[in-house]
Antibody
């Protein structure tokens, strides 16, 4: 059973860079997209971006200028960096595996499993 | 538009059936997936694709789709189903391929 375990700094000052890492245990690293999703306190989920094992990325256009997602296939890990953080970046950050396939019905994808989440607070 | 729209809150009597909907143009091209989130916990996948349930998800959860609307139906809602529910899809508008979530629906079981 695949498990994701994430870690990183939980308290940042404005203008600093958020850095989180997610390790994948118990499954293949290839054939999926490895994703970051965040949730501000009391609000909904926001997709940040994703990467596959070969390093191909997709980013949320609203965050693209500040986001870098990278992968270390030797360690089955992927990482998120978000630069120039502000209070608006305060959120629980989740890593998740995105699986997908095509069939006669169309394109099907889903996020499963998810990491445990990391609360990142930006405050001066 | 790359948005997915959900009703903010829905309630259902214990044991009754409830439908949670998600609307958006991207749903004409991509299937939705649905997530249940309880307070303080990470989201959990409950439905993906046409109507697929991961192992461990009760069969009272089902999904459907028509046009620009995806639906999650809980048949015989239980107290433990009280949670926030989010839909997700892909969006390829504006030359960007990205994920998009609905705003979430808070389900209350009365």
């Amino acid at each position: 059973q695949v498990q994701l375990q994430q870690w990183g700094a939980g308290l940042l000052k404005p203008s600093e860079t958020l850095s989180l890492t997610c390790a994948v245990y118990g499954g293949s690293f290839s054939g999926y997209y490895w994703s970051w999703i965040r949730q501000p306190p009391g609000k909904g989920l926001e997709w940040i971006g994703e990467i596959n094992h070969s390093g191909s990325t997709n980013y949320n256009p609203s965050l693209k200028s500040r986001v870098t997602i990278s992968v270390d296939t030797s360690k089955n890990q992927f990482s998120l960096k978000l630069s120039s953080v502000t209070a608006a970046d305060t959120a629980v950050y989740y890593c998740a595996r995105r699986d997908y396939y095509y069939d006669s019905s169309g394109y099907i994808n889903w996020f499963d499993p998810w990491g445990q989440g990391t609360l990142v607070t930006v405050s001066s | 538009s790359s948005e997915l729209t959900q009703d903010p809150a829905v309630s259902v009597a214990l044991g009754q059936t409830v439908r949670i909907t998600c609307q958006g143009d991207s749903l004409r091209s991509y299937y939705a997936s649905w997530y249940q989130q309880k307070p303080g916990q990470a989201p959990v996948l409950v439905i993906y694709g046409k109507n697929n349930r991961p192992s461990g998800i009760p069969d009272r959860f089902s999904g459907s789709s028509s046009g620009n609307t995806a639906s999650l139906t809980i048949t015989g809602a239980q107290a433990e189903d009280e949670a926030d529910y989010y839909c997700n899809s892909r969006d390829s508008s504006g030359n960007h391929l990205k994920g998009v979530f609905g705003g979430g629906t808070k389900l209350t079981v009365l």
